[in-house]
T-cell receptor
Framework: SAVISQKPSRDICQRGTSLTIQCQVD?????MFWYRQQPGQSLTLIAT?????????ESGFVIDKFPISRPNLTFSTLTVSNMSPEDSSIYLC??????????????FGSGTRLTVV | KQEVTQIPAALSVPEGENLVLNCSFT??????LQWFRQDPGKGLTSLLL?????REQTSGRLNASLDKSSGRSTLYIAASQPGDSATYLC?????????FGAGTTVTVRA
């Protein structure tokens, strides 16, 4: 399975500012996924990031709030913009555990714990 | 829309007892089901992956079963240890993405 390095592991930010979260994968992957886990809740998919194309956002998430970059097949960033306390969550990136279109599981990064004050 | 439910939401057991965690899903047209462990404030660690054509998977003290037609999976953890204390999440894959349950938080008392 791929190994993901996610940074930062945690941060405390002022409302109105932005934070960029990075995920580096040790192998090339076509699709990368970004999730949000609000306190006491399960994971919700924010968007799917494909290299060379615009990210695909799920209902309720917009590019202006969560811009995503995918400059190559091993790296992606998620920015949480104009933050409010409601953005306090754990953010996680994920990639398929195998190549191609097989029915693989998924590997997750270690998460970024964001607190907005 | 796929909905995944995990019961119970929380579980506290003495060390050595076997754990039984339940997961149900509403749409049986899944590719696979994955069980994860999450420690507080951390990311997810994959425990077991069961393909839709399989009935169960085993890894050490962990055994997961899948009844796709009835939309159920069960994770068994034998001889629980304090180190098993964590939140356990199940996730089903349909199309390209995962749908998660809310998790079962397990506490194993020494």
């Amino acid at each position: 399975s791929a190994v993901i390095s996610q940074k930062p592991s945690r941060d405390i930010c002022q409302r109105g500012t932005s934070l960029t979260i990075q995920c580096q994968v040790d192998s090339q992957v076509t699709m990368m996924f970004w999730y949000r886990q609000q306190p006491g809740q399960s994971l919700t998919l924010i968007a799917t990031a494909n290299q060379g194309s615009e990210a695909t956002y799920e209902s309720g998430f917009v590019i202006d709030k969560f811009p995503i970059s995918r400059p190559n097949l091993t790296f992606s960033t998620l920015t949480v913009s104009n933050m409010s306390p409601e953005d306090s969550s754990i953010y996680l990136c994920s990639v398929p555990s195998g190549p191609g279109a097989g029915n693989y599981g998924y590997t997750f990064g270690s998460g970024t714990r964001l607190t907005v004050v | 829309k796929q909905e995944v439910t995990q019961i119970p939401a929380a579980l506290s057991v003495p060390e050595g007892e076997n754990l039984v965690l339940n997961c149900s899903f509403t749409d049986s047209a899944i590719y696979n089901l994955q069980w994860f462990r999450q420690d507080p404030g951390k990311g997810l660690t994959s425990l077991l992956l069961i393909q839709s054509s399989q009935r169960e998977q085993t890894s050490g003290r962990l055994n997961a079963s899948l009844d796709k037609s009835s939309g159920r999976s069960t994770l068994y953890i034998a001889a629980s240890q304090p180190g098993d204390s964590a939140t356990y999440l199940c996730a089903v894959k349909d199309d390209y993405k995962l749908s998660f349950g809310a998790g079962t938080t397990v506490t194993v008392r020494a």
